[in-house]
């Protein structure tokens, strides 16, 4: 079957969100924590973070249109901090949860059942229940044409368990329990098959044996 871009303008338009946001594939689950500057903190559940660079370290993530009030978006304004904590199979309904609408002074952190916590005097909280959590500083907000924005940022802390780090430097998230998201509602868990060596053309590739994990 093949839909063109007339035939899919034409699809009740929740029907379309759902296949055109499964189409990219299976994408990271992960809560942006933020707080205002009164102190209201709030937590909510994004699948569009990706990876902008190593050095230095760069994540970015889309932002849907702010024509509605949106606290996160508010508040990275206010504050230009924010985490970015890995949503796992276990946390998936929690996290599902604080993606309902909520007045501004309603924590999600309280009504979603999320630990609220703290790193040193960064401003903005983090998931306490998440395994892996790091602080980030807004960098610039790209406007998109279809009045999202894409919003990147570097990297301030990581907060992770050192027992699943490969002595290569590989965080094993998957044995973690990482959750990845298919449209808006599809939950899934991971599994790794391999890890693969460094392509070279007209080298064979081997598959990367298990490195010992800890610090
Ligand atoms: C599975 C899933 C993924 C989502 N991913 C995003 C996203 O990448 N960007 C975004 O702006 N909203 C995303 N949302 C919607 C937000 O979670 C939702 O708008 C939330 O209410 C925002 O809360 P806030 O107003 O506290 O910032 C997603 C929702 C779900 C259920």
């Known amino acids: 079957m093949i839909w063109t871009k007339e035939q899919l303008a034409e ?13 990219s594939g299976v994408k990271p689950a992960n809560l942006i924590a933020t707080k205002s500057k009164e102190g209201l903190s709030n937590v909510a559940l994004f699948s569009s973070v990706v990876h902008l660079g190593a050095n230095p370290a760069m994540l970015g993530f889309v932002m849907r249109p ?12 206010e504050t230009e901090v924010y985490t970015i904590n890995m949503v796992t199979t276990e946390l998936s ?23 609220e916590a703290y ?26 044409s279809n009045g999202c924005y894409f919003i990147s940022g570097t990297v301030e802390w990581v907060k992770f368990d050192e027992a699943f780090l ?3 430097g590989y965080l094993d998230i998957a044995e973690q329990g990482a959750a990845g998201i298919v449209a808006l509602d599809g939950y899934h868990g991971l599994s790794k098959q391999f890890r693969l060596s460094f392509a070279k053309k007209g080298e064979e590739l081997q598959q990367l044996k298990d490195f010992k994990k800890g610090w």
């Open 119 to 144: 790193y040193e005097d960064f401003h903005a909280p983090y998931v306490g229940n998440s395994p892996l959590s790091y602080g980030m500083r807004l960098e610039n907000k790209f406007p998109i």
């Open 66 to 77: 702010p024509t509605v009030e949106r606290h996160t978006w508010d508040n990275i304004l």
């Open 166 to 168: 490969a002595q290569d």
């Open 11 to 23: 699809l009740d338009g929740r029907y379309r969100g759902r296949f055109i946001n499964s189409i």
């Open 93 to 115: 309904e929690k996290a599902h949860y604080t993606s309902a609408r909520s007045e501004r002074n309603a924590s999600e952190f309280e009504w979603c059942d999320l630990e």
